[in-house]
């Protein structure tokens, strides 16, 4: 038999049958389509996360004070002592490598602004020229801190977004003078709108000459070390320059945690791939479900079919060419409503993105291959029984029952 | 003329709970190559086992068969579905036509099962049905053709291979009269264009019909009688 003849010949029998057809394909097609939705969503979700953290910035490592691990070795730890503290001079003395491309410092807390009356508590990000390269934030009008030495603090500041609009509404913000507290300092800039990053809300922030920082906190030391490494290659070796450097201005202890972007972005990566995996392992159960229903299908198709399946026989039908027609007709089948599961897991993970725009959700490729190649083998796993059945009725027998 | 069935001492046994029943007990049969044999006998007598055996539906439990020289008690299920496609065609008495399909996709079963390209396809089944005066049915369904139209679209799925052998049982059991003369005559016209009949039938007057009667009682042949060659009285040529 010519595999043309037989596709024919399965669709005549599926449409021939149309309740019991649209039923399969319905099981299947649900089944394919959950797969597909919920790998899309757990995709999303992965992406936004990892576009999150992405956002911060290319190879940078974040110093901050103390340990995150526990020590052992360090006699400072087992008898309490609060770890030293970061200064000014910790970060300069950190610039001194080549593969370290810039560092800015930073320092963060919370400030009152005020501008002719109008007033509202902020976040103050203390900081420097280098810090705006580092994390890639974009102006949307005048400049950043300008570059001058950090322990210098001129009355300047840059604001966010939505500091801008509150305050100053139609107004022009830039060159106005801004009550920080105690202190009065010149808008230089505002930055372009963020949006949520997973850190900070940048559109709420001013931010602020570090030493400027400093005094209006009333800190001598500093929160972060940002740091940009020049290429992912030079990561391992900036990260050891940085303990080594630190160790040695510290007296020889380990204070420490230097932060690559790296390792956060695995763990998230590893936590996110294993629930897509979970849920989408979960969503083929219904494609099982969905193929032991193909299989009663092909039971009772093969039942009632008894004297088409001896007539077949007659008409010199061996028991390969039977199993083929029915296995093709469960392959027809499964592959129909794995097709229309395409469709609607799709369309589904279509609509979901333009709903929410920020959630990427679109099924990974291995869940295409994997959903439409699991539907297709159940389909044709569970009907092996039924055609199997079918090949070995006895014509004669088949024959003589579908009379009358 | 060749030999187109020899049956060398068959032997047909079923069991039926304890009982062993011997549906076929001995058969020794020749039947050359365009002859007009009918099977004839009381029900039980084993007839239908004979014909379901000679089309290769069933096995002779002993004893061999040799069908246009070739000996298919050696052979084995997939070369006996093929020598069923090739050489057989066989004609139900319920016609066995399958509801969801035309006459046209009807009779081009056999040929679709012997994985004929369809340009073929196409001419030999318009040329079956039309030699069976089917050709403006060809996108008929069954349930929209009498009976006797049902049978001929049977018969011309049975002959679109071009088989050597056509078995027909009980071909009219279902019809009325003028129908099942209609089809009568139209077998036996195939036959006159050489093709083997074998009509396994009941009905006396049908039976009569042919040049060749055999007679089965339990299992054995009990007669077989020729008569010389006169066709119906109303057949052309």
């Given amino acids: ?404 | 003329m060749p030999a187109m069935i020899e049956l060398e001492d068959i032997h047909r046994l079923f069991r039926v709970g304890e009982e062993t029943v011997h549906a076929l007990d001995g058969i020794d049969l020749r039947i050359d190559t365009g002859e007009y044999v009918s099977v004839m006998g009381p029900s039980g007598s084993g007839k239908s086992t004979l014909l379901n055996l000679l089309g290769l539906l069933d096995r002779p439990s002993s004893g061999r068969y040799r069908l246009a020289g070739e000996d298919v008690t050696a052979m084995n299920e997939a070369q006996r579905a093929d020598a069923r496609n090739r050489l057989i065609g066989f004609v139900f008495q319920s016609f066995h036509l399958i509801p969801r399909l035309t006459a046209f996709e009807n009779v081009e079963l056999p040929m679709i099962l012997a994985g004929i390209d369809p340009a073929r396809r196409h001419e030999q089944v318009q040329q079956a049905l039309h030699s069976l005066g089917l050709a403006d049915r060809a996108r008929h369904k069954p349930d929209q053709l009498s009976g006797g139209q049902r049978q001929r679209v049977a018969i011309a799925r049975a002959i679109v291979n071009r088989p050597r052998l056509l078995l027909a049982d009980e071909p009219t059991g279902n019809l009325d009269q003028k129908s099942g003369h209609e089809v009568i005559e139209t077998l036996e016209a195939l036959n006159r264009q050489g093709i083997t009949l074998i009509v396994v039938t009941h009905d006396p007057a049908l039976g009569e019909r042919a040049r060749r009667a055999l007679t089965l009682v339990d299992g054995r042949i009990e007669a077989d009688i020729r008569r010389p060659a006169n066709g119906p009285a109303t057949s052309g040529a």
């Avoid at chain 1, 020889?252 to 990566?269: M, S, Y």
Wanted: aromatic content about 4%; charged content about 20%; overall charge positive.
């Fill in chain 1, 1 to 404: 038999m010519r595999a043309a003849d037989i596709v024919v010949f399965s669709w005549r029998s599926l449409a021939g049958y149309r309740g019991r057809s649209l039923m399969v394909l319905l099981a299947m097609s649900i089944g394919v389509a959950s797969v597909l939705l919920l790998t899309a969503l757990g995709e999303g979700a992965r992406r936004f996360v990892l576009g999150e953290f992405q956002s911060l910035g290319t190879h940078m490592l974040v110093v901050l004070p103390g340990r995150s691990e526990t020590a052992g070795g360090a006699l400072g730890n087992a008898l309490g002592v609060i770890p030293r503290a970061l200064t000014l001079d910790d970060a300069r003395a950190l610039r001194r490598d080549p593969s370290i491309a810039s560092v800015a410092p930073l320092n963060v807390g919370e400030v009152q602004v005020q501008w002719r009356g109008r007033g509202r508590s902020v976040g103050l990000m203390g900081s420097s020229r280098e810090l705006i390269d580092i994390r890639g934030w974009r102006m949307a009008a005048g400049r950043f801190l300008p570059a001058v030495d950090w322990d210098r603090s001129p009355p300047v500041c840059v604001i966010g977004h939505r500091i801008r609009n509150e305050l100053f509404g139609r107004h022009a913000a830039i060159g106005q003078w801004l009550r920080l507290g105690p202190q009065r300092c010149r808008i230089i800039g505002v930055l372009a709108a963020q949006g949520k990053t997973i850190d900070v809300n940048l559109d709420e922030q001013v931010i602020v000459p570090v030493a400027l920082a400093q005094s209006l906190l009333n800190v001598p030391s500093l929160f972060r070390i940002i740091i940009a490494v020049r290429s992912q290659a030079q990561m391992e070796h900036a990260r050891r320059f940085i303990l080594d450097t630190l160790k040695r201005r510290h007296h020889g202890e380990e204070d420490v945690t230097v932060i690559t972007q790296d390792a956060v972005l695995e763990t998230f990566d590893n936590i996110l791939s294993a629930l897509t995996y979970g849920i989408s392992g979960i969503a083929a159960i219904s494609l099982i479900v969905a193929g032991v229903l193909v299989m009663n299908v092909m039971l009772v198709v093969v039942t009632q079919r008894r004297s088409e399946i001896g007539l077949l026989k007659a008409l010199g039908a061996s028991r390969r060419g039977i199993l083929a027609l029915i296995l093709g007709e469960a392959a027809l089948l499964s592959l129909l409503g794995a097709a229309l599961g395409l469709a609607v897991g799709l369309s589904g993970s279509a609509l979901i993105r333009s709903q929410y725009p920020d959630l990427q959700a679109s099924p990974p490729l291995w869940a295409l291959f994997a959903s439409v190649g699991v539907a297709l083998a159940t389909g044709l796993l569970f009907s092996l029984l039924p055609a199997r059945r079918a090949a070995r009725l006895d014509p004669v027998d088949a024959l003589q029952r579908g009379r009358g």
